[in-house]
């Protein structure tokens, strides 16, 4: 049997679980408003160069289409687009979230309390925006 240098025992594990608990109630994050406002902006930017690369896969596609030159790569680049178009949202959203998550891990925050904290975030924004809301209030 091989042994595991770095293997918690469930004793270990146990003694670990009250220092995670005390890390997580402190769960803020320092200026969250500039870390919100950052990951909006991460956000639209993304959205914008999935916007951008869909444009050029689709005139890409109807270049070929209009001069006959390949149906296969034709076919290719609109799907291409149709991709890009539709996961841009989701990937924007996994940005947004993965800077915030980012920003509380550098400001000291336990891992599970990072994800708490940008899976709220994250949650509030999606729903400023399903009720067509752009600024996102933050609380301290």
Known sequence: MTSLPNYQTREELAFARPERAAKSEKAALVNAELVVARAQGIHAQMIQQSRLLSAVCFFAATALAVWQISTTF?????????????????????????????????????EDAARRVAATKTAAFRAKRASGDDALEVEA
């Open 74 to 110: 034709m076919i290719v680049f609109l799907a291409l687009a149709v991709l890009v178009s539709v996961t841009s949202r989701i990937l924007a959203l996994r940005a947004f979230r993965q800077e915030i998550e980012r920003t509380a891990l550098a400001q000291g925050l336990a």
